[in-house]
Each structure stands twice: as C-alpha cells, then as structure tokens.
Nanobody
Framework: QVQVVESGGGLVQNGDSLRLSCAAS????????MGWFRQAPGKEREFVAT????????YYADSVKGRFTISRTNARNTVSLQMNSLKPEDTAVYFC???????????????????????WGQGTQVTVSS
C-alpha cells in the first residue's frame, strides 16, 4: 500500500508565494517520478510539474515555467513545489502523484500524462485572491 500525502496549500494574494510538499510512503516503494497536477472548478485536471528521482530531470507546464520550481528533498520519496508570483488563475486543487520505479526510462510526454502515475494524494487547495 502506497500513501501519497500533500501539505502546504492555503489562501494567498496575487503575487505571493507558497510552497507545497508531498511525501509518498510504502514499505517497498521507490519512486521513479513524482509530480503535481491541478484541477480548477469546472476544468479538467492539468499537468503542472514533475521530477524524476534518478537524475532529477524536471518538466513544467508552460503556464508555470519560470514561476514554479519542483525539487526533491533529502528525504526519500518527498518532493516540494515552490510557487512564486502566484496569479488568480493558479487557483485550484493541487494533487501530488507518484510512479514507482519499474526498471525502464520514460520520456517527457509520458511523464506529463496523468495516466502515467499510479498513486495520488487527496489534494490540497490553493486559492490566489486578486
């Protein structure tokens, strides 16, 4: 059983910063990649950012590139998402997702897809007021 838990959401103002954290745990779980997706009311879930555990390769959605930074922490299977210059359109529920190591290498197209990830957190609300 793998559990994915997010933390760090909240209400901020336009231009503020916020940091989200995510931890995946399981007795034998080793992540291949961990990423963030978000879903605004009435919209589909969309890719935000992801990072591979080995090599630390990162991918970002164009809408957040230059403002958001995803990084691994010292703790295994833990990542953070630093969000700067937040805008009202960043308002959404943010979900952390994880994929376990399977012995294969995967490209950016796969890593940007929600179906690539087998484990998901419950989500944390981020609200940016104008």
């Amino acid at each position: 059983q793998v559990q994915v838990v997010e933390s760090g959401g909240g209400l901020v103002q336009n231009g503020d910063s916020l940091r989200l954290s995510c931890a995946a745990s399981g007795r034998t779980f080793n992540s291949y990649a961990m990423g963030w997706f978000r879903q605004a009311p009435g919209k589909e879930r969309e890719f935000v950012a992801t990072i591979t555990w080995s090599g630390g390769v990162t991918y970002y959605a164009d809408s957040v590139k230059g403002r958001f930074t995803i990084s691994r922490t010292n703790a295994r299977n833990t990542v953070s998402l630093q969000m700067n210059s937040l805008k009202p359109e960043d308002t959404a529920v943010y979900f952390c997702a994880a994929r376990g190591y399977d012995g294969f290498s995967h490209g950016g197209v796969a890593l940007r897809g929600a179906s690539f990830y087998g484990y998901w957190g419950q989500g944390t609300q981020v609200t940016v007021s104008s």
